[in-house]
């Protein structure tokens, strides 16, 4: 029984996660005969009927499909309903891949590999969709439908979502592909035909809806969402998301780049992580010029300023650095408690008066 990965062994982890995470967010059209093919054989291995299959461009038009479709008796009697087929097969599948590892690799290193699988796995993609079909469709009203906004949040949460997986295709793949312990079960060949061919996946008894890949998904170099002055996530049909380094924006920021924000609106923005981002991507030296900073005291090219306009949680304190021979300005904020410019400089040269950073710099 193995105890242990060697060096070699472990270092594939990462690239077989590489691999699968490539692909679960692949913006690449899905070809409609082929994840049709995909969604057949999934029903064949868990002996279900072929349901009615239908494709959708986003996440966001299946939903509205349903909620078209379907009547409000259908709606509140599901509620309860058993999980979507996606999440049976998947279960099915890591049942039968884990009985037979439990033949081959010791507990410990099943759970330090568990761990190693999920390291570095940020679903941000999916929790950002989610969330955002969630605010979406919870706003309409239907008269008809009781406890709508539940039964959204229930389907959502069904939904087969392949960026989901990716810790699942990470481990199934290194097992069979790198120790060779399991035998490929006909039920991996299908779930990589699965993953492979759809986006998002709507999967009951009698109904399967295939969702299209988005045409556009944009990250930062620390692999959070991100894009300025355009959607990081954009979809054929026009549903798209904004979000800077992360965070989720309104359409009312996002769709502008971070030099055509405005300080002012720092004044009205009552969300605090909105307000973070703004200031981020404003910076603090135009957040001056633009909200006319009050002047509290000087030391040679340094200023320590102070912003009274009700822009963030805390007084915004800064200090203003000006070139000499450039005479560009630089703003950093400093905490509220400076009393002088001088004692900024300290603060940020890490306690160092100005006078012996210099001679030690």
Known sequence: MMAKLTPEQEAFISVYRHKWRKITLSTERIDRQKAEAAVKAIYAVI??????????????????????????????????????????????????????????????????????????????????????????????EDEQVTDYSRWIKIQLGECFIPEFYVHWLTGFDFFISVLNLVDPPKEWQVFQF??????????????????????????????????????????????????YHGVTLPEKYGKLHPQQWRSQWLLTEENAELRRVLIQGIGYSRICQELQAIELDTW???????????????????????????????????????TSAYQAICWVNWG????EFAIQT
């Open 47 to 140: 002996d279900y009927e072929t349901p009615k299959i239908i494709f959708a461009d986003s996440p966001y038009a299946a939903c509205n499909l349903m909620l078209n479709r379907l009547s409000p008796q259908f709606i509140e009697n599901s509620a309860n309903e058993p999980s979507g087929i996606g999440l049976l097969f998947s279960a099915h599948l890591y049942l039968e891949i884990l009985r037979k590892l439990t033949q081959q690799l010791s507990q410990q290193a099943i759970i330090r590999l568990h761990k190693s699988f999920y390291s570095g796995i940020n679903p941000q993609f999916y929790h950002v969709i989610f969330n955002n079909l969630i605010n979406k469709l919870s706003n309409l």
């Open 194 to 243: 699965l993953i492979k061919e759809c986006g998002w996946l709507f999967a009951y008894d009698d109904i399967c809806i295939i969702c299209d890949r988005p045409l556009q998904i944009r990250f930062d170099n620390q692999n959070r969402l991100h894009a300025e002055g355009e959607p990081a996530i954009e979809y054929v049909d026009g549903y798209k998301l904004y979000s």
């Open 300 to 338: 040679k090219e340094y200023t320590l300023l102070k912003i009274d306009a009700d822009v963030d949680q805390q007084p915004i304190y800064l200090l203003k650095m000006t070139c000499p021979s450039t005479g560009f300005i630089h703003a950093l904020r400093v905490p509220a408690d400076m």
């Open 352 to 355: 160092i008066a100005p006078e």
